[in-house]
């Protein structure tokens, strides 16, 4: 079932993404002989070139996951003849309806693939950038508008999205599925598509100029949350070389998600099952793959508002996920690369519920245990007004930024650096500066990119920022290193010092970004292992 809470945090997808174009991918009509062609292991494709950059739309790298395919592991798609027109964006994958988060067309038929280049040459060699984008694991697509990757690419990268399969159709488990599984396990296929998309890059991306063995991994929420799981994941060793996390984190330290295991998100299957009239059907799963995708939501999400916590996720398994992210990371056991991974001032804007002084009060001792107290303390309210601002602080500190200070605390167990960020620009515009420096406004300086209710090109100060964070983005992707001429250094964060760099119109340094409430954060996490 759907959260209160990721309703809410839907609605900022809807606001960096009102305007979206879909269509139908790749198509062999209309291939324009001037256009440059590319070859990929499975056919050719042709592209346009759009102010000096290669821009190819809705490229498939896996077969439909359609019939038996449905709630499986992604296979090779079907190769081709023909040169197919790489010129409009594939079908988002099927998600809930919502007036406030519109990606137009959905198909179940939607593993596509976009890829912007500068390269004008095979042999060129960039860096590769490949985006995971965000949505709770149950919305959102890489086609979106803010994720068009042409500024970025003119930095010298390549820049690759891709779509993924999400909700009950990317991440339902059964026993019957883990049956019929070689390894024994289901769930996680959205996160064996991002393993399958890197893969396709390993195999295609030369043919656009990039460099296969300098690939990063770049993501914002449920995309930085999938950067750190693909970072511990034996199937994804070897698929890249660097790691940024936006506002992403490990939800095994967050309130009251820490029964993602194969046997409890097997049990939700059996119940979905059930509400979907297949459960004493003689062939569950054959019931099961009958039913329409849109079938499939209208049972997973009935009476969604109703319900708390994230439904449809990553589980650990013990094939994707050997254990907890968190346990592997603190092991050392992640894969050695470095990671730069911050949050932003104000993540809990988005989040937040009103409540009352009573409820909240409830609310912290279910959440906390023991430790209930102590979290009043350091975020008091004395009246219902109070509250939200105070629930807000609590979603920033204790959620989002004390796991980005774990990831780059943790990067010490191993060689590789680890850089920490605090996004803190708040938004000039009067219709979203009520909500501070909120979840997701960085994407729109990383990509240099708009949404009509706030816009980066009306400020100088808002340009310089894009810019900036563009080049440590990239310079973090050609060198494994922010830094770079005429930019303010990013020191490598180590838990002695405790120094992150600051983002906003000044380029600053800080020490100790909330501290008590990430040591908090921290104690209340390792008493609950």
């Given at each position: 079932?759907?959260?209160?809470?990721?309703?809410?945090?839907?609605?900022?997808?809807?606001?960096?993404?009102?305007?979206?174009?879909?269509?139908?991918?790749?198509?062999?009509?209309?291939?324009?002989?001037?256009?440059?062609?590319?070859?990929?292991?499975?056919?050719?494709?042709?592209?346009?070139?759009?102010?000096?950059?290669?821009?190819?739309?809705?490229?498939?790298?896996?077969?439909?996951?359609?019939?038996?395919?449905?709630?499986?592991?992604?296979?090779?798609?079907?190769?081709?003849?023909?040169?197919?027109?790489?010129?409009?964006?594939?079908?988002?994958?099927?998600?809930?309806?919502?007036?406030?988060?519109?990606?137009?067309?959905?198909?179940?038929?939607?593993?596509?693939?976009?890829?912007?280049?500068?390269?004008?040459?095979?042999?060129?060699?960039?860096?590769?950038?490949?985006?995971?984008?965000?949505?709770?694991?149950?919305?959102?697509?890489?086609?979106?508008?803010?994720?068009?990757?042409?500024?970025?690419?003119?930095?010298?990268?390549?820049?690759?999205?891709?779509?993924?399969?999400?909700?009950?159709?990317?991440?339902?488990?059964?026993?019957?599925?883990?049956?019929?599984?070689?390894?024994?396990?289901?769930?996680?296929?959205?996160?064996?598509?991002?393993?399958?998309?890197?893969?396709?890059?390993?195999?295609?991306?030369?043919?656009?100029?990039?460099?296969?063995?300098?690939?990063?991994?770049?993501?914002?929420?449920?995309?930085?949350?999938?950067?750190?799981?693909?970072?511990?994941?034996?199937?994804?060793?070897?698929?890249?070389?660097?790691?940024?996390c936006e506002s992403g984190g490990f939800p095994a330290r967050r309130l009251g998600v820490n029964d993602n295991t194969l046997q409890n998100a097997e049990q939700r299957g059996v119940e979905f099952a059930a509400q979907l009239g297949c459960g004493q059907a003689e062939d569950v799963l054959a019931?099961?793959?009958?039913?329409?995708?849109?079938?499939?939501?209208?049972?997973?999400?009935?009476?969604?508002?109703?319900?708390?916590?994230?439904?449809?996720?990553?589980?650990?398994?013990?094939?994707?996920?050997?254990?907890?992210?968190?346990?592997?990371?603190?092991?050392?056991?992640?894969?050695?690369?470095?990671?730069?991974?911050?949050?932003?001032?104000?993540?809990?804007?988005?989040?937040?519920?009103?409540?009352?002084?009573?409820?909240?009060?409830?609310?912290?001792?279910?959440?906390?245990?023991?430790?209930?107290?102590?979290?009043?303390?350091?975020?008091?309210?004395?009246?219902?007004?109070?509250?939200?601002?105070?629930?807000?602080?609590?979603?920033?500190?204790?959620?989002?930024?004390?796991?980005?200070?774990?990831?780059?605390?943790?990067?010490?167990?191993?060689?590789?650096?680890?850089?920490?960020?605090?996004?803190?620009?708040?938004?000039?515009?009067?219709?979203?500066?009520?909500?501070?420096?909120?979840?997701?406004?960085?994407?729109?300086?990383?990509?240099?990119t708009n949404h009509d209710l706030y816009r980066i090109d009306e400020s100088e100060a808002d340009l310089a920022l894009s810019q900036t964070l563009m080049d440590y983005w990239t310079n973090f992707a050609k060198m494994g290193d922010p830094n770079g001429e005429g930019l303010t250094e990013w020191?490598?964060?180590?838990?002695?010092?405790?120094?992150?760099?600051?983002?906003?119109?000044?380029?600053?340094?800080?020490?100790?970004?909330?501290?008590?409430?990430?040591?908090?954060?921290?104690?209340?996490?390792?008493?609950?292992?």
């Amino acid at each position: 079932m759907r959260s209160k809470w990721f309703t809410i945090a839907v609605t900022i997808l809807c606001m960096l993404a009102l305007s979206i174009v879909m269509a139908a991918g790749c198509s062999s009509d209309g291939a324009d002989t001037t256009i440059k062609v590319v070859q990929l292991d499975s056919g050719q494709i042709s592209g346009l070139l759009e102010d000096g950059i290669w821009t190819y739309l809705g490229i498939p790298f896996a077969a439909p996951p359609v019939g038996e395919l449905r709630w499986a592991e992604p296979q090779p798609v079907e190769a081709w003849d023909e040169v197919l027109a790489c010129t409009e964006y594939g079908p988002a994958c099927p998600q809930p309806e919502s007036p406030l988060y519109d990606v137009d067309e959905t198909d179940e038929d939607c593993l596509y693939l976009n890829v912007w280049t500068p390269a004008e040459k095979p042999d060129e060699m960039l860096p590769v950038m490949v985006w995971i984008h965000g949505g709770g694991f149950e919305d959102g697509s890489g086609s979106l508008n803010i994720y068009e990757g042409h500024n970025l690419a003119e930095k010298g990268v390549v820049i690759v999205t891709f779509n993924y399969r999400l909700g009950p159709l990317g991440f339902l488990a059964h026993p019957l599925l883990s049956e019929e599984s070689a390894q024994e396990v289901s769930g996680n296929y959205g996160l064996l598509d991002q393993v399958f998309a890197l893969e396709w890059v390993q195999e295609n991306i030369g043919g656009f100029g990039g460099d296969p063995d300098n690939v990063t991994i770049f993501g914002e929420s449920a995309g930085g949350a999938s950067v750190l799981d693909l970072m511990v994941s034996p199937l994804a060793e070897g698929l890249f070389r660097g790691a940024i996390c936006e506002s992403g984190g490990f939800p095994a330290r967050r309130l009251g998600v820490n029964d993602n295991t194969l046997q409890n998100a097997e049990q939700r299957g059996v119940e979905f099952a059930a509400q979907l009239g297949c459960g004493q059907a003689e062939d569950v799963l054959a019931c099961m793959r009958e039913k329409s995708p849109q079938e499939i939501l209208d049972v997973a999400y009935a009476g969604a508002e109703e319900v708390e916590g994230i439904s449809y996720g990553p589980n650990i398994d013990g094939w994707f996920f050997p254990d907890w992210p968190t346990l592997l990371f603190e092991a050392g056991k992640q894969h050695d690369l470095p990671l730069l991974v911050g949050s932003n001032a104000d993540e809990g804007t988005l989040f937040a519920q009103d409540m009352t002084l009573q409820e909240y009060q409830l609310y912290l001792q279910a959440a906390y245990g023991d430790y209930a107290d102590e979290v009043f303390a350091l975020f008091p309210a004395q009246s219902d007004s109070e509250v939200k601002k105070a629930l807000q602080r609590i979603i920033t500190e204790m959620n989002f930024a004390s796991s980005a200070r774990f990831a780059a605390e943790s990067m010490q167990n191993v060689n590789s650096k680890g850089y920490l960020y605090q996004f803190t620009k708040k938004p000039e515009d009067p219709m979203a500066a009520s909500l501070g420096s909120f979840h997701g406004i960085e994407i729109m300086y990383v990509f240099g990119t708009n949404h009509d209710l706030y816009r980066i090109d009306e400020s100088e100060a808002d340009l310089a920022l894009s810019q900036t964070l563009m080049d440590y983005w990239t310079n973090f992707a050609k060198m494994g290193d922010p830094n770079g001429e005429g930019l303010t250094e990013w020191p490598v964060y180590n838990s002695e010092t405790d120094i992150n760099i600051v983002l906003d119109d000044e380029i600053t340094t800080n020490t100790g970004l909330y501290k008590e409430a990430c040591d908090l954060a921290d104690e209340i996490y390792r008493a609950s292992q």
